[in-house]
């Protein structure tokens, strides 16, 4: 929940708007710093340890950053393979970094992961400047601990996702929109306005759409709270826009410009166009369903609404709280909400540039536009999303619970911060009642202490019961966020793999078979990505048989001995890009994938047959996932024609599970 140990600082004889004051004491300084660095090492404990049992987690992206690690092409596109047949459905900002890792360090399950980890305490470090900028350094380090603690942070921050950076760049966005905020001096604020501007241009690199959906809040907090002229503030967000459009349109237009017959397919596309791409698959096809691309998800072609109900839950405004999302983010929404809403009310005669206001606007709006969005999205949405929402319900706590402490001596402090440890308490007793033979006692223990924090809360405002007050915001705070934060050490305890990895431990998710690690939980085979390795070393051989991945795409030592000495451009073919992944990362060789992820029209059929002809490609392996197959499950006519071309006109050999056809030496 929310700490704030110090008491109020004075008042101003003029006061213009909030600002934490400078603590003059060298040993609260150094207290501070040591709180913060306790802080730091221990989400890099949750986020690092035992980070490579996860192995290559979602294969999907794991294979396009080892293309990228090999190839400088397929790195600057995002090509799932070396040879750059087609990109990941996404673009390629996330693959920077973990390809740069890999290059650097040499490709492994390590170069992959570490770099989301760092993320992640980034990410945390970020919220806790933000917030102790407008607050203080305790309510800093609770805002910090809460994002540190929410399990859908303890799953994608140990994960190759594009998530993991998406959330950095949006709160690194954050941070400098409240540094504008802070600034008086025009020149020096517009130039935090464009440092915005440019993170959230490198989000939009990352998801698209999505990493431009915390922008309408970040202006209004601006426009609102902005301490230069009116005009002024106009012309800095007009800035800010430019230095979006900028920082995300030179590699949109790169590729726009780029002859397509030079570059990999757009992945994603229904026209080979990065532009249907951003409109599309990636934009409003997210929203209204499948307005764009084949939006199949990979799972049995699962697309529009229908995806978005099997994976995250009905449309509506309690999709976050249901059985699905709950678990990964819901925590402390209910208190953040709180937060927000008593804190707002709580400076509501603060001066129009007031810090703490301006800064709930920021947060509250970033929670509510985004909160909004993946509630009532029809198009496909997973419940690790959510973590986009996690920074927010983070700033929320920590400024809002800060704001309510400065006036506990008033009843809306008071009943604020009761309140906000009642909701905590009650919601997380919610979640654990869910999972009911995990931990059983756990909900009454945090119940108990959220309502022993509230009432001492309420009664120790004033005089000498003023320490019960002290004593009850640090239980109920703690009781608050233990929920969460079991949920999140289970999580980052758990290896994970897969397209959809779930938060919490086994049987968190029960009705919808979508639960923590083991079993379906934590590791779908179907979705982005294939499930996890079970091999000696997995970081180095994730693609043996193991639980989740489909047979269709295992690679036995004698099928990924093939491919090695094929000899040609692409190894081998096969029906979508997840299980070429596969083969890739076993063989590390190029592997066609048919259909890329989402039934995209490419190859056609006289095009493979060219490129068959022309000795590019050695094998065609049957059979594929995650994209195109044969069997019905979201197939095209596109890779149904090429296979039975295969089928037609070579002979079929059985290596392990899979069928394999060898086209060399194919005349027409």
């Known amino acids: 929940m929310t700490a704030v140990l110090h008491p109020a600082p004075p008042q101003r004889p003029a006061p213009t708007a909030h600002r934490a004051e400078p603590s003059p004491s060298w040993f609260r300084t150094r207290r501070t710093g040591l709180a913060l660095t306790i802080l730091l090492a221990a989400t890099a404990v949750l986020y690092l340890w035992n980070l490579t049992a996860s192995g290559y987690a979602n294969t999907f992206y794991a294979a396009a950053a080892q293309a990228g690690s090999q190839n400088w092409k397929a790195w600057f596109f995002g090509s799932l393979d070396t040879s750059n047949f087609i990109t990941v459905d996404k673009p390629p900002a996330s693959l920077w970094v973990m390809g740069l890792s890999g290059r650097i360090f040499g490709f492994s399950s390590a170069s992959l992961l570490v770099p989301q980890a760092l993320m992640g305490v980034g990410s945390v470090a970020l919220v806790y400047a933000a917030v102790k900028r407008v607050a203080t350094p305790a309510a800093g380090l609770v805002a910090g601990a809460v994002l540190a603690a929410t399990p859908a942070a303890a799953l994608m921050f140990k994960f190759d996702n594009p998530d993991a950076l998406l959330v950095l760049l949006m709160t690194l966005a954050g941070y ?57 503030r106009l012309f800095h967000l007009v800035i800010g826009a430019a230095s979006v459009v900028i920082s995300a349109g030179w590699w949109v237009l790169a590729v726009w410009l780029w002859p397509a017959d030079s570059r990999p397919y757009i992945g994603g596309s229904t026209n080979n166009s990065v532009m249907d791409l951003v409109l599309g698959y990636n934009g409003l096809g997210r929203l209204f369903g499948n307005t764009g691309g084949g939006m199949s998800g990979g799972s049995g072609g699962m697309a529009g609404g229908s995806a978005g109900s099997s994976f995250g839950g009905s449309a509506g405004l309690d999709r976050l709280f249901g059985s699905e999302m709950g678990i990964q983010i819901a925590w402390l929404i209910p208190a953040a909400l709180i937060a927000l809403v008593f804190g707002l009310l709580a400076r509501g005669r603060a001066p129009r540039t007031d810090l703490l206001r301006a800064s709930l606007i920021l947060w509250g709006g970033w929670f509510l536009a985004t909160g909004l969005i993946f509630s009532y999205m029809s198009g496909t949405i997973h419940p690790y999303y959510t973590v986009a929402l996690a920074p927010a319900v983070a700033g929320m706590i920590g400024v809002g619970g800060y704001a309510l402490w400065l006036v506990r001596a008033r009843w809306i402090g008071r009943c604020g911060l009761a309140a906000m440890m009642l909701a905590a308490g009650i919601w997380s007793w919610v979640l654990l009642h869910r999972n009911a033979e995990w931990l059983p006692m756990l909900k009454w223990i945090l119940l108990a202490g959220t309502v022993v924090g509230a009432i001492l809360v309420l009664v120790g405002a004033k005089g000498r019961f003023r320490k019960l007050a002290v004593a009850g915001l640090i239980i109920g705070s703690l ?36 639960g923590g690690g083991g079993g379906m939980g934590g590791d779908q085979g179907q979705g982005d990505g294939e499930a996890l390795p079970n091999s000696d070393d997995a970081s180095r051989n994730p693609m043996a048989s193991g639980p989740g991945t489909s047979s269709g795409s295992e690679s036995t030592s004698e099928l990924t001995a093939m491919l090695v000495n094929a000899g040609t451009t692409w190894s081998a073919a096969t029906n979508g890009s997840q299980s070429a992944a596969t083969y890739e990362l076993a063989s590390d060789t190029a592997v066609m994938a048919i259909g890329g992820w989402s039934s995209d029209p490419a190859p056609t059929l006289d095009q493979f047959i060219e490129y068959v002809t022309d000795g590019e490609v050695h094998y065609y392996i049957a059979s594929g996932q995650g994209g195109s197959p044969k069997d019905g499950q979201g197939g095209d006519s596109t890779s149904n024609a090429i296979q039975e071309w295969v089928e037609a006109n070579f002979t079929s050999t059985t290596v392990g599970n899979s069928t394999i056809y060898d086209l060399s030496g194919y005349v027409g």
């Open 479 to 514: 009781a608050g966020i233990t929920g969460s934060a079991s949920y999140a050490i289970a999580t980052a305890a758990t290896a994970h793999g897969g397209s959809i990895p779930t938060a919490g431990p086994t049987g968190a998710v029960s009705d919808s078979g979508m």
């Open 176 to 232: 400098f929109v409240i540094r504008a905020m802070c600034t008086a001096v025009g020149r020096r604020a517009a130039v935090w306005v464009a440092l915005a501007g440019v993170a959230l241009g490198f989000a939009f690199l990352t998801k698209m759409l999505q990493g431009l959906m915390v922008l309408p809040a970040f202006g209004a907090a601006y426009l609102i709270a902005g301490q230069v002229r009116l005009r002024t």
